[in-house]
């Protein structure tokens, strides 16, 4: 695929990860990306532990500091070897603390971590929630905000990194419900940003129960538009040249910006 | 239709006004609803003076002011008659200013008056910005928030009114695009709220140019459930029994409330 100056070469890797197993999921991601072109990776959430941890200790037996992680250095390496960057889930141990994260890696290794700020469910007995402000991150000279998962339920989310001036964000998740896709069209459109749902597949049957992700990856446009949505239930790897321009419109109409037309002294915080 | 106490009968009445007759549309509007049961029932944006002015003197003669308007001397006859509510859009004049406001109007009159926040297009040509706060009101000790059209592209607005403890959206339109039906769809999920979202059929084709609106009225529920929507070109009422219950509860799972759950504290103004 060849690119244009205005675009990015981004996508993601749906995947089914297998719990626990990291070392297998990491080189399973490492080849699966052998033969993709791309500047820019989405992997979902959680990918290389896993996702359905019975409790804290367990998330923070499997969790790493990514700042001295084996599969960061990997990851690191490949993004260097590929010229590309990627964005992934990642279970971060910090000293005692353990976050449900999304980290930026590039070719130089290490770039930014996201720690979720919306906990999901039984993520609130596993993590601690994110402490750390949203913000924007430059790749190839686009700039993308990162958001993981349940944090699509927040429309201050993707409005905090579009106000903060993204035009991509990159989601990886680990849906159980059926409601994201579509709430992420209405953030595309109301942000004038491009999205990258990156989602597993598959399921995590552990001895406390079973849960089962629902696939569809999808990669949404300004305007509000479906470029791309993956099957529910298939590994699937897909790229496609994002024109940044567009995200950089915030022109809804030749008299309406979606940001500037805001009048938040009339909205509560 | 047999209505139980946690219930309202809402729904809203889709038609084609006719540009300037505003007493002709009027009274199109107290017959369609002569026969209807319903506690509360939304108006498009604007029924009554029609949409596409030409410039602020032309909004300004057809404008009214509500506190001292026969239209809403009729609207409040109709509704006493009813025993019900309306809301309805109206060409707001306040001495000088002239908002493109909604209204909501019961058995005693005119109850509140919200002006919209956000103008579309040549709007900001013919109308001044809303002034007021947004807020909520009670019709049968239930709570509901007015918005107007364009409002929906906003999640600040639909937010802002949850926050304030609103559980049905009202909110006429005058649609020209096709991207409010969806994105009220996630505005009923992120807040979980009802939403009747009434728009208006047919065209004002005026000297300066003809404007075409999309129909498709319709009503969300809590779930970002679709309930009912309105076809494209033919006037319709619909009115539904709303479970009012479902939209104070505010817990997307038993673990995540969607409004307790927010950071604040994260999300930029």
């Given at each position: 695929m060849q690119r244009k100056s205005n675009e990015l070469l981004a996508g993601y890797c749906q995947f089914r990860p297998r719990f626990g197993r990291v070392r297998e999921n990491l080189e399973g991601v490492i080849r699966a990306l052998r033969q993709v072109r791309a500047d820019l990776i989405v992997l979902p959430e959680l990918p290389f532990t896993g996702y359905h941890f019975r409790d804290r200790s367990e998330a923070l037996a499997l969790a790493e500091d990514p700042r001295d992680s084996d599969t960061v250095a990997a990851l690191a390496r490949l993004c260097k070897r590929k010229r590309m960057h990627l964005v992934t889930g990642f279970a971060e141990r910090r000293r005692d603390r353990v976050f449900n994260s999304a980290l930026l890696i590039g070719p130089q290794g290490l770039r930014h971590v996201y720690r979720k700020l919306h906990l999901f469910k039984d993520e609130k007995s596993c993590f601690d929630p994110g402490d750390i402000d949203l913000s924007v991150q430059t790749v190839n000279d686009f700039r993308i905000g990162m958001m993981v998962c349940f944090d699509w339920a927040f429309p201050e989310v993707a409005r905090t990194l579009a106000l903060k001036g993204a035009q991509l964000l990159c989601h990886p998740a680990n849906l159980v419900l059926a409601h994201c896709q579509q709430a992420m069209l209405t953030r595309s459109l109301e942000n004038a940003v491009y999205a990258v749902t990156a989602n597993r597949t598959g399921a995590d049957r552990r001895p406390h129960g079973v849960l089962r992700f629902t696939g569809g990856s999808q990669i949404t446009a300004p305007g509000?538009?479906?470029?791309h949505r993956a099957p529910a239930a298939r590994a699937k790897i897909h790229v496609t040249a994002l024109d940044m321009s567009a995200a950089g419109n915030k022109w809804l109409t030749p008299r309406n910006h979606l940001l500037r037309d805001r009048r938040p002294e009339f909205y509560l915080a």
């Open positions: 509000g538009r479906l470029l």
